[in-house]
């Protein structure tokens, strides 16, 4: 197959990655919570979803089954991280920059810790063929798009959908963009904000689990987890608040970041090993691109929530 | 015509603190009437009214609804009684179509269709004679577009009485005839409408009754028709309360500030000062009256080089003619500058220039008095920054309302505060902290600051000591011109009358005070003149110790009398 259409292939499924973690951060964010801990919700994620095969990868369980519990438990996981998230911002309203930072922290050290304990054998060797359904067995890219790619592609999708097309994401948007406004209707903004955080914690932990599990499978994959949950929050900017537009962003980001592997097989541009890492920057420029020209052109819709990152009082009315 | 009873207050009562802010009040609203609540700044109108609506809850007192007592705890249970509010600042999202803020938070509704809605809004804009496009985001609509979809919004809800916090405050008169035209409409299909107002005329145009509110009392409620303009501001204001402020003669004024037609536009596009004229003597307290939100801030921030102005001067006049010039204000590079001007003569009016000397031997001759200006200073502040003031070495201290938001910063100590005010002093990189600790000191000293120490962040001053190391800093400075907004809003008697104290002293000593106050009795009993802000406008100029509060109170309310300008007092 053309070269180019491999690596097209090969960056939706790389994407995918941050597909999760953005689609849960752009939920998050439009309940009006930055959450900077999406790094280590992500890392937690991969780390509950391996503790569960590792548990369950020796049982006489079928296959399906195993991937199912697999991908539960990342998402558990992922929740409970977001639960204490929410608890300390939206329940103590703690600075929520601060407590995603620690979040993040926190959860890459003790993802370290869990995969020191964890035996790859069990976990990696499991029912891998089932995550790559339907393309499982073929030798060419698409072999790489599995059924946990189409999962993030479909919650992408629904994501936007619920946001833009339903009474609950109506209400959800309203409690991100004046939560005052929300709550003088009848909204109740505290659940709200809960929900959305958790859920879309839960959403960006199988990112995690996805990629250490389905796109890399490898020992060493966790390692590099930590940097595509930072990504993931870039491409929320990207995507401008639209779960939908992650497919595409993700696809960009995924394109854009493993091109330096790509660009030394092209003979026409000389690029040495020095120059990999500059490579790998351009999400981030390509972020502040995007940054720079919704600025410019200052559509409302193109903003963040309006009470992104601010507590919300009842009796500061 | 036979009224029954929509709604009743009994007794109703709310303190904040040791503040009363509605005391007993009893209140009755009919079915098919337009009711008035009309009193001034702080009386309680807005509180009582939140009260049905849900936002506080009455310490005592009971709500009865067509005679059955209700518990109204959340604004979601003011809906389910089919009351609704509009408040003064909108509930809105901005990024929402008018249909989709409408819709927010109904229940009844299954399905989320907007096709349904929109028809419904489009039914009742019909009805009542609004006129909307429910597809219209709200970030795209003027003021009173805004207020139609929260009017809508109450409507959809189906509710049957209406509150309107001061609805007319941002309208124009076009838009007023408008919606006052919508309000009939509504009291001819059987709803209540409470509006909450201080504009006199409105409340005779529109209201059947009116309820006076005077310091959280229900004074009286009146039928409009009995009702004139003059016996409303009476029950409104209320009787003179002498105080006992020192008010000495002011001695020798001299005009310091010149206010020429000044022109302001906010943000949202509504014009806030109009024209705005007046001269601030050296040696006298202008007072500045007027309801809240009627430009007074805008105006004080205008001087003070914050505002953005549309039109107009603002002239600084320091009468400095034969005077030495000095470093207190001036900085060595302004003197400099100002000589390269030929602004300056020596003792026997010859010319000054310091060619060829170099900054030591000019900050000698300065510094032995022999540096004389040729003329009194004029400079035009206007579009001028703080900072730009500053260096032109006017002494402009300002005192705003928001204490802890633009005065001082919280969660520093006074020291810190007060290096706030002379940061740029002291050797290239470096602040110098000894003098603004001795000011810190000193301030605590003389204006009795309850304090725990000069390093407590000031954010855990009572408002009182607040106000005084703010008023004590900005003194300090030795202003010529000094404006207070507010200066004893929420202090106890004692810490007004320091404040009142220090005011007095700055004027003896030939400062130019502006003093915006709320409470007439304080204007009257401590300014020499009082200038009177109506909507942005000035609407009158009286000497504070022949005007009466009636006087005031209708200049203040009155949108049609054109501005008089009454005796100076000088």
């Given amino acids: 197959m053309n070269v180019w259409l491999n690596f097209l292939i090969d960056s939706l499924a790389f994407g995918a990655t941050f597909m999760y973690g953005s689609t849960g951060e752009i939920l998050t964010e439009k309940a009006g919570h930055l959450n900077l801990g999406i790094p280590g919700i992500m890392c937690m994620g991969g780390a509950g979803g391996c503790l569960v095969l590792n548990l369950v990868g020796n049982s006489n369980l079928p296959g399906f089954l195993i991937v199912i519990l697999g991908i539960l438990g990342a998402f558990f996981m992922s929740v409970l991280m977001g639960l204490i998230y929410s608890f300390l911002t939206i329940t103590l309203r703690a600075n929520q920059n601060v407590t995603g930072l620690a979040l993040t922290t926190f959860g890459v050290g003790l993802m370290k810790v869990i995969f020191s304990k964890l035996d790859s054998v069990v976990y990696l060797v499991g029912p891998k063929e089932l995550y790559r359904w339907p393309f499982a067995g073929r030798t060419d890219a698409l072999q790489c798009l599995g059924v946990m790619f189409f999962l993030a592609v479909i919650i992408a999708l629904l994501a936007s959908w619920v946001l833009f097309r339903t009474k609950v994401g109506l209400h959800l948007r309203a409690v991100g963009e004046n939560p005052g406004t929300a709550d003088a209707v009848g909204i109740n903004v505290t659940r709200y904000k809960y929900v959305a955080t958790m859920v879309g914690s839960g959403i960006a932990g199988l990112g995690g689990f996805y990629y250490i599990i389905d796109y890399m499978a490898s020992m060493e994959a966790y390692l590099s987890l930590e940097a595509f949950g930072w990504l993931s929050i870039a491409l929320v900017i990207f995507a401008l608040w639209r779960p939908h537009m992650t497919i595409i962003g993700s696809t960009v980001f995924g394109f854009l970041f493993s091109c330096s592997s790509y660009i030394t097989n092209i003979s026409w541009i000389n690029v040495t090993m020095a120059a990999k890492p500059l490579l790998k920057m351009l999400p981030y420029i390509v972020t502040i691109l995007v940054l720079i020209v919704t600025s410019i052109r200052n559509k409302r819709e193109d903003q963040p929530p309006q009470s992104l990152g601010l507590p919300y009082f009842r009796e500061e009315r | ?570």
């Fill in chain 2, 1 to 570: 015509m036979e009224k029954s009873i929509a709604l009743s207050m009994r007794g109703i009562t709310k303190r904040f603190g040791s503040v009363v802010a509605n005391n007993h009040v009893d209140l009755d609203v009919y079915q098919g009437e337009i009711l008035s609540i009309l009193g001034e700044n702080g009386c309680g109108k807005t509180t009582l009214m939140n009260m049905i609506a849900g936002i506080y809850f009455p310490d005592e007192g009971k709500i009865y609804k067509e005679g059955q007592e209700v518990v109204i705890r959340s604004p979601k249970d003011a809906f389910d009684l089919k009351i609704g509010m509009i408040h003064q600042h909108f509930k809105l999202v901005d990024l929402f179509t008018a249909a989709e803020n409408i819709v927010l938070g109904v229940k009844q509704e299954n399905a989320y269709n907007l096709k349904d809605v929109n028809n419904r809004v489009s039914e009742i804009a019909q009805k009542y004679g609004f006129h909307i496009d429910p597809r219209k985001k709200i970030y795209d609509m003027s003021v009173s577009e805004k207020q139609t979809v929260e009017i809508i919004k109450v409507l959809y809800r189906g509710a049957d009485i209406l509150i309107l916090d001061e609805p007319t405050a941002v309208l124009t008169p076009q838009e007023i005839e408008r919606l006052f035209n919508v309000l009939k409409r509504m009291k001819e299909d059987g709803k209540s409408i409470i509006i909450i107002t201080h504009k006199l005329h409105e409340v005779l145009s529109v209201s059947d009754r009116v309820a006076i509110l005077r310091k959280g009392e229900h004074i009286a409620t009146v039928e409009t028709k009995d009702a004139t303009e003059s016996s409303l501001t009476e029950m409104m204001v209320g009787k003179k309360i002498t105080l006992n402020i020192d008010r000495s003669e002011p001695k020798n004024p001299q005009p310091r500030l010149f206010v020429k037609n000044l022109n302001c536009v906010d943000p949202e596009g509504i014009q806030v000062l109009k024209d705005v004229s007046f001269t601030a003597n050296g040696g006298e307290i202008l007072g500045i009256a007027g309801i809240a939100g009627s430009g007074q801030r805008e105006l004080l921030e205008a001087i003070a080089g914050l505002q953005p102005l549309t039109g107009g001067e603002i002239i600084f006049h320091n009468p400095k003619k034969d005077q030495p010039v000095t470093f207190f204000h001036k900085s060595l590079n302004r003197v400099k500058e100002l000589a390269s001007q030929e602004a300056f003569h020596d003792e026997y009016g010859n010319p000054i220039s310091f060619g060829g000397m170099n900054n030591k031997q000019i900050r000698g001759w300065v510094e032995s008095g022999k540096v004389l200006f040729k003329e009194d200073e004029v400079m035009n502040l206007r579009d001028k920054t703080p900072l730009e003031i500053r260096e032109l070495g006017v002494r402009l201290s300002f005192v705003p309302e928001d204490r802890l938001g633009m005065g001082l910063v919280g969660s520093m100590g006074i020291t810190d505060n007060m290096m706030l005010r002379s940061y740029r002093k002291g050797p290239a990189g470096f602040v110098d902290r000894k003098k603004p600790r001795q000011l810190a000191d000193e301030i605590i000293r003389e204006l009795e600051v309850a304090t725990p120490g000069v390093n407590t962040p000031v954010r855990r001053l009572s408002g009182g000591n607040v106000q005084k190391v703010l008023v004590g800093r900005e003194i300090a400075f030795a202003p010529k011109v000094l404006m207070a907004a507010y200066p004893v809003r929420g202090l106890d008697i004692n810490s007004s009358y320091t404040i009142y104290n220090l005011l007095n002293k700055q004027k003896e000593k030939g400062v130019a005070v502006i003093f915006v106050g709320e409470d007439l009795d304080v204007l009257l009993g401590l300014c020499d003149r009082i200038l009177v802000i109506n909507s942005g406008k000035i609407t009158g100029l009286v000497d504070a110790r022949t005007a009466t509060k009636e006087e005031i109170g209708l200049m203040m309310t009155q949108t049609d009398t054109p501005a008089k300008e009454a005796v100076p007092c000088v």
